[in-house]
């Protein structure tokens, strides 16, 4: 599997201790040794996503600044940010990996999304790019970062050409506060939009009711392409989220999208290090063979409750 990285991408940094730091694909390449590495290319329309007013202000930053509380950058982050939406844009074309930052799923097309309180450590959104660059019709998105992919959402929700499927921790108790199954898209989009809703300390044992759901909504829309916004902090004690998610779930996750192309997003400690070469190993289809986590009856319950509700609404829209 090729792995679009440069050392480019660490030059996005911040002087204080931050958990999105450049040590993040340290760890990372550390997990994926032995895979094929290639080099990015750095592009320069950024507008094809986001506004021209938020573009000029990421290039405008001269030195170490906080864009919010969440979020930092420097005087190299816009061209890190335009080497990162190259290395999504390759990964697309070559099926492989782009292990890039910064990431891009929480970034609007104004900046902060859906009224969320930050950018929550995104500059450009790296999967739309690859979308909007390569004008793809009928492709869908599956985005398995343990946060709801706010800002990749509201740049597709009136867009029926883009299905996208964001499984995360439920937004009640988490960061960025939105993403609930209501949320379906508007107009003709009506439904492309897709949220499935984990409650903490959720485990493998819940993906595995979700994922013949996500296979009976991808088999009847048909996607040209299938690309994962592929977030890894979901996995148990990675440090920014409750769920607890092994392995097994995340090489499920890549089964599901053999041949298909992947971009970095969240991921901070031990999901690098277990969660993306488990991954991995299910895009490229090879025999794996993990061991399961269980979640306990409470947690059970309180998801199926939410499962009903969402199959209620997706019904409408789908056949599962
Ligand atoms: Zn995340």
């Known amino acids: 599997m090729y792995i679009v990285y440069s050392d480019k991408y660490k030059e996005h940094y911040s002087s204080t201790h931050h958990i999105e730091n450049p040590d993040r694909l340290t760890r990372a390449l550390k997990s994926l040794k032995g895979e ?26 001269k030195g170490e600044e906080w864009i919010d509380a969440d979020t930092y950058a420097n005087e190299k982050t816009y061209e890190t940010a335009l080497y990162a939406l190259g290395g999504a844009l ?27 309180p930050t950018l929550g450590f995104c500059i450009f959104n790296n ?28 740049i597709f929700y009136d867009d029926p050409e883009v299905l996208h499927i964001d499984i995360h921790q439920d937004p009640k ?40 759901i996500i296979q009976a909504i991808i088999e009847d ?18 440090g920014l989220a409750s769920l607890n998610l092994t392995e097994y779930t995340f090489y499920n996750l890549g089964s599901l999208g053999k041949r298909s192309s992947a971009v970095l997003e969240g991921g ?23 061991p399961k986590e269980k979640s306990s009856d409470a947690v ?21």
Do not use: C
Request: glycine share 12%; proline share 6%; aromatic share 12%.
């Open 173 to 212: 108790t988490i960061f960025p506060g939105t993403g609930f199954p209501e949320m379906i898209g508007k107009g003709e989009a009506e439904g492309t939009k897709v949220n499935l809703i984990i409650p903490p300390r959720g485990s493998d044992d819940l993906y595995d009711e979700l994922l013949p």
């Open 300 to 320: 059970k319950s309180k998801f199926f409750d939410l499962l009903e509700k969402e199959k209620g609404i997706l019904r409408d829209y789908w056949k599962i």
């Open 36 to 61: 094929k590495i290639v080099e990015p290319i750095k592009v320069d329309d950024p507008q094809i996503v986001h506004s021209e007013e938020y573009v000029n202000k990421i290039r405008n930053i």
């Open 127 to 154: 999967i739309a790019y690859i979308i909007k660059k390569k004008m793809l019709r009928h492709v869908a998105i599956i985005d398995f970062d343990v946060h709801y992919g706010n800002g990749t959402q509201e």
């Open 90 to 116: 390759k990964a697309f074309e070559l099926q492989g990996f782009a292990l890039v930052r910064p990431p891009g799923h929480h970034a609007g097309k104004n900046g902060r999304a859906l009224n969320a």
């Open 221 to 238: 829309f048909k996607p040209a392409y299938i690309i994962f916004s592929a977030g890894f902090d979901g996995f148990k004690g990675d």
């Open 268 to 290: 901070y400690g031990i999901g690098l290090e277990r969660g993306l070469p488990a991954f991995i190993k299910g895009l490229k289809g090879e025999e794996a063979e993990y």
